[in-house]
Every structure is written in structure tokens, then in C-alpha cells.
């Protein structure tokens, strides 16, 4: 629930953090209120999640993600509808809305008091949840939902593996195909046991099986029908070992290394790469994002998906510390930023 106040009136200005230079301080400056053209919304924002990706976007290592800097960066947002464009018939002034909308390729990120968003990146957010809650949702779960549901078809009686999940993008998976009808499975560490077996896993202990060990242990070495990396690098070739033979499939949000694909061939199996942000670096596919966020909402209303926040919390002129906490392996969930 969200104890959101509807505001009838929009500002001449708003406070923004921005970033000037890369691995730069967060700056809080006053900017117009955006226009808002046909098609966009005009949203207030209440919260915005601080992903891994926008550190490395600040940092300027991010190749795939580039933001021109100075910018105004987040790419998360949880808000309320304060004025429409043209056109836009989805949402009205009032309605609370969330989702993946900006921060990269020269869009405004969400480290703002507004934004004008394209109505297509936008849906309703979930009722159950706060502010705060579903500002952490957007890009993990969209990004588990392009992997496991558009690429991989997951379905009831499935055994699916997830590395790394205890992550943004882990956690969202185990409980999307949990909610699919799966079997799931994941490697983390005996820390983070706990938490994975609240979302409905199974947790593997990758620091003491190999791949082999837990192919065999969980499946009689058949192989995982569908294995979903999040990690990337080395994870993403135990994958490939580990996975159904003819009608297993392999995705990975982080498959940006080289790999050779033998392993994988030799099983009969199949491979997809997720990339996110397409829709918002080229504008196509925009619409599919809003539609996978409504499903999302459904999940959450349902009792079968909740976001994993950190408890700290911070303000938009704390958006720095929260970057430090989103990086020092102490937040416990998504870090989430205060805006209104």
C-alpha cells in the first residue's frame, strides 16, 4: 500500500542528482519540470531503485549501457501520473505507476522529482506494494521474464536451475518460475541459503559441488531443463555442462564474454542471450516491457512474487551513499532511494 498524496498541480522546477563526470560525485541542482509530449507521462517520482547496472553506468565501464554525462541517472521508478500527453489513453493524472524508463542511451534517469516517460515503458504498479517495494521491480523482473518466460518457455514440471540467486535478477527468477509451476534450483552461497529457500529454491552450494555433483544429485544427470545465468563469465560455461541433453535451454542476462559453445552443441541443447535495455536504446519492443510489468503486478497481487529491499534507507541528496551501499556487498536486497 502507498500513502502517496495526488498532487494537481505540477512545478516550474524540480531537484535532480546528477553526475557530471564519470565516478563522480552526485550533485543536487534545480531543472525545469520535462514537457510532456504526445504519447509520454508525466511522472512524479516517489522512488527509484539503484540497480548494479547504474553504478557501472556512473563509473563509466559500462560499454553495453552508456549514459553522456552530465546526466541525471536511475533507471527504476515508482510514482504517481501527474500530467499525460496527447494521445495516452492507458493512464490518467493520479494513477500510481511503475517501471524501467530511463537512466542510459540519453534518457533521463529517475534520480529526479519527474520524468517524462514513453507510456509504452509504463504499467500499473502493483496494489500490495509500496512505493519504495516496487521501485526495486522493474528491471530484474523484466529481465527474468524475458529470460525465462519469452526465450525459454518455461512451464509446470520444469526443472530450472538459477545461478546467482540471491541477486536482483536471481531472486525475481526463482519466484517467476516458481509461480510458472517449476522445480527450482540455486547456486549460492551457504550464507544466502536462507533467503532463497523463502523464495521456494532449492539453494545448491557452489563453493563445494562442482557442476557434475549437482547435475547428477538434482536431476540423475539428465540435466536441468532450463538453466538461467545471471553471473556471466565461468557460470555461464558450467551452464552449458549442466543443462537437459536435446531439449534443455541456457539463458543468461551477462553472456558478454566468449565462450565456446561445444559443450552446449554436444548436448543438444539451446541458448539465449538477454538483453534489457534494447527496447530503451533503440525504442522497439517498448510496448512488451509495460505488458511483462502488468503480468508482474499480477504475480505480486496474487501473494507470488515479492521484491527483496534493502532496509536502509536514503534520500535523493543521499543518492551517492546509496550507490556505496548498492556496491559494498553489505545491502541485503535492492537499494532503493527515497525521492518524494
Do not use: C
Not at 502517496?4 to 552526485?26: D, R, W, Y
Not at 496527447?86 to 540519453?106: A, H
Not at 526463482?174 to 521456494?200: H, N
Request: charged letters at 15%.
Amino acid at each position: 500500500m502507498t500513502s502517496s498524496k495526488l498532487h494537481t498541480s505540477v512545478p516550474a522546477t524540480m531537484q535532480a542528482a546528477i553526475v557530471f563526470e564519470a565516478n563522480g560525485p552526485f550533485k543536487l541542482v534545480d531543472r525545469p519540470v520535462p514537457d510532456v509530449a504526445a504519447g509520454r507521462v508525466l511522472v512524479r517520482i516517489v522512488a527509484s531503485g539503484v540497480n548494479p547496472l547504474d553504478t557501472k553506468i556512473r563509473a563509466g565501464v559500462a560499454a553495453h549501457a552508456k549514459q553522456p554525462l552530465p546526466a541525471i541517472l536511475g533507471m527504476d521508478l515508482a510514482g504517481v501520473v501527474a500530467k499525460v500527453g496527447e494521445g495516452v489513453t492507458r493512464f490518467k493524472v493520479g494513477d500510481e505507476v511503475y517501471g524501467l524508463v530511463g537512466g542510459v542511451g540519453g534518457l533521463q534517469g529517475t534520480l529526479a522529482g519527474y520524468a517524462s516517460v514513453d507510456e509504452e515503458l509504463l504499467a500499473h504498479k502493483p496494489q500490495r506494494l509500496s512505493m519504495r517495494e516496487a521501485a526495486a521491480l522493474p528491471l530484474v523482473t523484466i529481465t527474468a521474464w524475458e529470460g525465462l518466460i519469452d526465450r525459454a518457455r518455461t512451464r509446470a514440471g520444469d526443472k530450472v536451475l538459477v545461478h546467482g540467486g540471491a541477486g536482483g535478477v536471481g531472486s525475481a527468477a526463482i519466484q517467476i518460475a516458481r509461480a510458472y509451476g517449476a522445480d527450482v534450483f540455486t547456486t549460492v552461497t551457504p550464507e544466502q541459503f536462507a533467503v532463497v529457500k523463502s523464495l521456494g529454491a532449492t539453494p545448491i552450494d557452489y563453493t563445494s559441488s562442482t557442476p557434475a555433483d549437482y547435475v547428477l544429485a538434482h536431476t540423475a544427470d539428465e540435466g536441468f531443463d532450463v538453466v538461467y545465468d545471471t553471473v556471466g563469465g565461468p557460470t555461464l560455461d558450467a551452464s552449458f555442462q549442466v543443462v537437459r541433453r536435446y531439449t534443455g535451454h541456457v539463458v543468461s542476462a551477462l553472456g558478454w564474454g566468449t565462450h565456446a559453445l561445444a559443450p552446449l552443441s554436444f548436448r543438444g541443447a539451446t541458448y539465449s542471450g538477454v538483453f534489457t535495455l534494447l527496447p530503451m536504446l533503440t525504442g522497439k519492443g517498448r510496448t512488451h516491457h509495460a505488458e511483462i510489468l502488468t503480468q508482474v503486478a499480477q504475480l505480486v497481487d496474487a501473494g507470488q512474487l515479492r521484491p527483496l529491499v534493502d532496509s536502509q534507507r536514503f534520500t535523493l541528496d543521499q543518492a551517492g551513499d546509496a550507490h556505496a551501499r548498492a556496491t559494498s556487498g553489505q545491502a541485503v536486497g535492492k537499494v532503493v532511494v527515497d525521492v518524494a
